[in-house]
């Protein structure tokens, strides 16, 4: 049974930052992709970030750009997420994902494709 857990969620002043992480249980990322997701009250899951274990590519979408990292610590077995310049608008419950069930192009963007979720973690951001 896998599981992961999201971790290094709060509340933070606007231009803060934190650093969340995904831990993964019952097996090693290896070369999965891993992403991260937000969810906003009454909005849609959205796509932050990915990172593809088979090439070590990253993916941003465009809020994401320069100020989020995505990162892989191998002997933890850790997914982080370092977040930087945060706004209000960042606010949301942040979810991380493994596993592509279909892998094409672009595949990492979607929801849908991801088998294994976590519970999320809390991210608020006040101005």
């Known amino acids: 049974q896998v599981q992961l857990v999201e971790s290094g969620g709060g509340l933070v002043q606007s231009g803060g930052s934190l650093r969340l992480a995904c831990t993964a249980s019952?097996?090693?990322?290896?070369?999965?992709?891993v992403g991260w997701f937000r969810q906003a009250p009454g909005q849609e899951r959205d796509f932050v970030t990915a990172?593809?274990?088979?090439?070590?590519?990253?993916y941003y979408e465009d809020f994401a750009k320069g100020r989020f990292t995505i990162s892989r610590d191998i002997a933890k077995n850790t997914v982080y997420l370092q977040m930087n310049s945060l706004k209000p608008e960042d606010t949301a419950v942040y979810y991380c994902?493994?596993?592509?069930?279909?892998?094409?192009?672009?595949?990492?963007?979607?929801?849908?494709?991801?088998?294994?979720w976590g519970q999320g973690t809390q991210v608020t951001v006040s101005s």
């Open positions: 990172f593809r274990g088979s090439d070590e590519n990253t």
């Open positions: 019952g097996r090693t990322f290896g070369t999965s992709t």
């Open positions: 994902a493994a596993d592509l069930i279909l892998d094409y192009v672009g595949s990492y963007y979607y929801p849908r494709n991801y088998r294994y």
